[in-house]
């Protein structure tokens, strides 16, 4: 796999180590190497200890390109830019212009929050002094990224921690002159990324092993990973393979289509997002186990005010009769957590909100509230369409109560999707 | 800080470098490691290549404990365990017992599934070979833990990748011999964790830079990390230094006290809870911007249902008057996006759900919907409670549409945890 220029990534912030906060940075940063055609070796978390990111840097010397995040704000602590020179072996200066346009940047919000003064000069200074030779990436923040080559070794791509400001900067890491060259040496990746619903891991494996008999598969890398209830299956032909991964690709699809979601990396929120929008339908949401999270989950993409009318968390018996016109008898005869009352609260959901779509979600999370015939993890579904149109499930999902909300959720996409018409044999390929 | 053990963690899984996946496991372990006592040094996440491994063995040979997770399934692929033998310099053989035992655990749905036969015969001899010399940690799934000691070298401790395997195994971990004798080492750890809401991270900079000119912090090391708007504190003693560090505590306490949130590590999740059930209250949410997330966070907790009465997802004015009984005039006159709104909204909530506190959230969350009046991450906040008690905020939020959706949530967690009297000087300490 030596093919491919190599990359790592270097995630400062001595908070990642205590557990406190998940890395964002690594992922996103992997990601966008990986698709460029990066073989990404490793991504470290190192505190902010200055021995400690020297002897991360020196692990991953040998690589053709580091991307570090952290470590340039405006307090002592922040010493990456500075490590980095010397890895670099650049002497540290300010730029002048550079520490002009930081502080027409801070000024006005320092002044009315009353922090002008020399703390802040201070803070400016620290953070325009940049390794010679540098190329400068502007503050999306108010720190700049860095990309400095070391002499022999690798171009070292300096960014913030705030995940906000590092992705903000990514377009401009990629045009920078030192990492533009390289780029234009790494084969262009052309990865196929096959997503499924309800698939485990073990038949995936089971169908490559069946169609390694066929095919030599030495030169695509498959990544399957199962998040929840979507399992991805991630093809990465070295050069010259695109046409062997894209008959592996073919191979798998067959194997698995009532699975299939998609096959060119969209995900269930994109599909779902496009074919209600196709469609001109609305949704409405009526929760109970799931609290919310179906409803924030619709709402998440930005224009989902086009296909998203509401929806109501209706946790008690009185709550679901008042807002979706659960009948109470139905309650009293099936119980809360019933194939029926999920179909109450979807059609309840559509009337209310006048929406073309409704659905209702009921179940057990836990820990507690489980019986012997409705255990936590019992969970009823129900969508209904204005057409009439009625899709109901109820499975017993595994986990804790935060996995069988998520799963919950997933499922409640998945039966979404399944109502537009998107997914099944024929919508695919 | 070199007083305490060094450990490092070591994450295999290819699909972690491409980004697909963000890891769990370790933020667990540092978590684990770091409460223990353990000085963590670094988190390493690596490909499923041999050598890859190897090198990262190699990088964190000087600490005193290494843990890894992944690599321990069934199929060719997975080498930790060869490797981390190798690495030990103890050959590998079957555990002949242990095969017994593996063997059991999985014979009965492997015949029901069909997968009985050679090929499940050649897995568990796999997952049975272990180093001479390992400590071997009972399956959880079918994978069996491992400690194995390097000669002159760390403990490396083997663990499983799937998260609720490694969890499941960790408490075996700790009463593991070498494991146990190196832990009888380490100093306890008696961390301080502070959480602040709508603090700056300089403003704490500024007041430890203060408090170093009286207090000598070289022995406590403080770890500052800011999640939307709150910003945690992190003190850690060296040993000895415990009464430092709550010197420490009490002055930064005493600086930003109308900021503090807790002082004893709680979440404001934790904190609002029990305030909700010491008064017996309920809560109602009416949301629009922030779509169901407010609700999604509020039931996340395990017995939730005794104080979130429900809540109305309404993103349109039409549901925001038929469901929540905001007067169509009031939205005329201001607007969807008003205090005036928000505080109907908390009405409407509180009167339909018959509960106790209501809260009202309407805002332009964006990218598109902004005006100059009313620009995107402008979001109106109200919480009202049947006493007659009214907390209002109107902020301009910043960042994307996640992060005003995200920091809106945290905003009406904290108002909430206002409106409970929880908050505020003289609460703490």
Redesign the interface.
């Known amino acids: ?1 030596s093919e491919r220029p190599t990359a790592s990534v270097l995630v400062t ?12 940075n ?7 190497l ?1 698709d460029l055609g990066f073989a ?8 902010d ?1 200055p021995d ?1 990111l020297r ?2 840097l020196e ?1 991953v010397a040998g690589d053709d390109l580091v991307v570090t995040s952290g470590g340039l ?3 002592a602590d922040d010493l990456t830019a500075e490590i980095v020179a010397e890895f670099c072996a650049a002497p540290m200066a300010v730029d002048t212009e550079l520490r002009g346009r930081i502080h027409a940047k801070v000024a006005g919000w320092a002044t009315r929050a009353g ?1 002008a003064g020399p ?1 802040l000069d201070a ?1 400016t200074e620290k953070q325009s002094r940049v390794p010679h030779g540098a190329c400068v990436l502007e503050p999306v923040g108010t720190a700049p990224g860095l990309v400095v080559t070391r002499p022999g070794g690798p171009i070292v791509v300096v960014l913030p921690g705030p995940p ?1 400001e590092l992705t903000g900067m990514w377009p401009a890491v990629l045009v920078a002159e030192p990492v533009a060259e390289l780029l234009a040496t790494a084969p262009r990746a052309e990865p196929i990324l096959l997503r499924f619903a309800g698939l485990p891991e ?1 038949e995936i ?1 089971a169908t490559l092993r069946e169609v390694e008999q066929k095919l030599d598969l030495s030169r695509v ?1 498959v ?3 199962l ?1 929840r209830s979507e399992l ?1 299956v ?1 093809l ?1 032909p070295l050069p010259g393979a695109a046409e062997l991964a894209g008959e592996l690709a073919d191979r798998v699809v067959r194997a698995h289509r009532r699975k299939l979601i998609s096959d060119d990396g969209r995900t269930t929120d994109e599909l779902l997002a496009g074919a209600l929008l196709e469609k001109g339908w609305t949704v409405a ?1 009526g ?1 109970s186990c ?7 989950r ?3 993409r ?4 086009a296909y ?9 018996d ?2 679901k009769t ?2 979706l016109d659960v009948p109470a008898a139905l309650i009293a005869e099936h119980g809360a957590v019933s194939p029926q009352v999920a179909r109450a609260l979807a059609d309840g959901a559509r009337a ?3 929406a073309d779509v409704g659905v209702g979600i009921t179940g057990v999370a ?3 509230g489980g019986t012997e015939a409705k255990p936590v993890g019992y969970v009823c579904f129900c969508v209904t369409t204005a057409d009439g149109e009625v899709v109901a499930r109820d499975p017993q999902l595994p ?1 804790g ?2 996995d069988v909300r998520e799963r919950s959720v997933d499922l409640a996409m998945h039966l979404l999707l399944r109502v537009t018409g998107r997914t099944g044999p024929g919508a695919h390929r």
Do not use: K, N, Q
């Open positions: 796999m912030g001595s908070e990642l180590l205590t557990g406190h906060v998940a890395d964002a690594g992922p996103f940063v992997a990601r966008a990986a990404v070796r490793r991504v470290l978390l190192v505190g200890r400690d002897s991360a692990f704000g405006p307090t922090w703390a803070a906000r073990s494996a890398e990544i399957t990973c998040r991805e991630d990465h949401t929760e799931t609290g919310g999270l179906l409803a924030g619709l709402v998440d930005a224009g989902s005010s998203v009318a509401g929806g109501v968390v209706a946790y008690s009185e709550a008042a807002l209310r909100f006048g836990g820990p507690d986990g109560r935060a």
